[in-house]
């Protein structure tokens, strides 16, 4: 059973033994998204694809800078590929995987 709990800019999340906490950031501090309008793009592949696109990218990727925008990393789904791209504001890196399959 998973249990997430958000309370005072931190959320809580529970599964058996483990917990987790972490950091949050009001969400009226972001710009409202709306809803795509156009289908949104879709992939499959193989879990050890996914990762070895995600240790490509993430040598580039901020540990715990306290600039929270380059702790993390950009995923893009194209027209059968996928591109992952993370910045630290010294280095950058950039991947991409092509998905076989019929993505038109």
Do not use: C
């Not at 999340?13 to 879709?42: C, H, K, M, W």
């Not at 590929?81 to 038109?104: E, F, I, K, W």
């Amino acid at each position: 059973m998973l249990n997430v709990d958000t309370a005072a800019g931190k959320m809580t999340v529970r599964a058996g033994r483990s917990r987790f906490n972490l950091q949050t950031l009001p969400a009226a501090d972001y710009p409202r998204i709306g809803l795509a309008q156009e289908q949104l793009q879709t992939i499959s592949l193989a879990q050890r694809d996914f990762r070895g696109l995600l240790k490509l990218a993430e040598f580039a990727m901020a540990q715990q800078d306290i600039r929270y925008y380059l702790n993390g990393m950009l995923l893009v789904i194209d027209k059968g590929s996928l591109q992952a791209v993370a910045t630290d504001g010294h280095r950058l890196s950039y991947a991409s995987l092509v998905v076989p399959g019929d993505y038109a």
